[in-house]
């Protein structure tokens, strides 16, 4: 079972770079999210997808777009990457809106130079 | 935006121990939820909580929603080397978020 899949797995990318991290899931679930994770921040919200169509502001979405393509596709776009989105950045779904778990991907760790 | 403060922020321990873990705010939520993640990996499920006072185990890990709808616990009893790893709380609210704790490392030792 794939669930939630994630590519690149790692990217380094130079200051002023753009690059589109991936994410499909399999299984048929309406809502999708980024999250960031930074030593000892926790995993932080960027952007989420209620439901295909639309697109909501997280925590932290300075810096950051997001497209959802379809049901099974949400990207993050970083238009012009700074050293301090250097992360591991992780996708996640759940069936619905916020009110059961999210699955996650394996994360993406992205290093900006 | 909305914090949950999470504890202790590391463990060590010996194999065959209890571990105990909580995750606090100043918010109300209506589901809580505890995830492990392993090294190079995405955090996976262990308990999912969804009212105030309940009280739900998997396994050797028990987790409970506070009463107050403001905090959460996490217990595993006789701990195992792979225990080893991140513990997150989690916590929802009405706008479709789920909010991170900072994690709770935790090591044992064989």
């Given at each position: ?60 979405p300075n ?5 959802r ?24 779904s ?9 699955f ?10 | 935006?909305?914090?949950?403060n ?34 190079g ?6 308990i ?33 080397p792979s ?28």
């Open positions: 079972n794939a669930g939630v899949t994630q590519t690149p797995k790692f990217q380094v990318l130079k200051t002023g770079q753009s690059m589109t991290l991936q994410c499909a899931q399999d299984m048929n679930h309406n809502s999708m999210y980024w999250y960031r994770q930074d030593p000892g921040m926790g995993l932080r919200l960027i952007y989420y997808s209620a439901s295909e169509g639309t697109t909501d502001k997280g925590e932290v810096g950051y777009n997001v497209s393509l379809n049901k099974r596709e949400f990207s993050l776009r970083l238009e012009s990457a700074a050293p301090s989105q250097t992360s591991v950045y992780f996708c996640a759940s069936i619905s809106p916020g009110v059961t778990e999210a996650f991907g394996q994360g993406t760790r992205l290093t900006v130079v | 935006g909305q914090q949950l999470q504890s202790p922020q590391s463990m060590f321990i010996q194999e065959g121990e209890d571990v105990s873990m909580n995750c606090t705010s100043s918010s109300i939520f209506n589901t809580w939820l505890w995830y492990k993640q392993d090294p990996e995405g955090p996976v499920l262990l999912a909580l969804y009212k105030a006072g309940e009280l739900t185990s998997n396994g050797r890990l028990t987790a409970q929603f506070g009463i107050t709808r403001k905090d959460s616990f996490l217990n595993i009893s006789a701990s195992i225990d080893v790893g991140i513990y997150f709380c989690a916590a929802y609210n009405t706008g479709n978020q789920f909010y991170f704790g900072t994690g709770t490392s935790l090591t044992v030792i064989p």
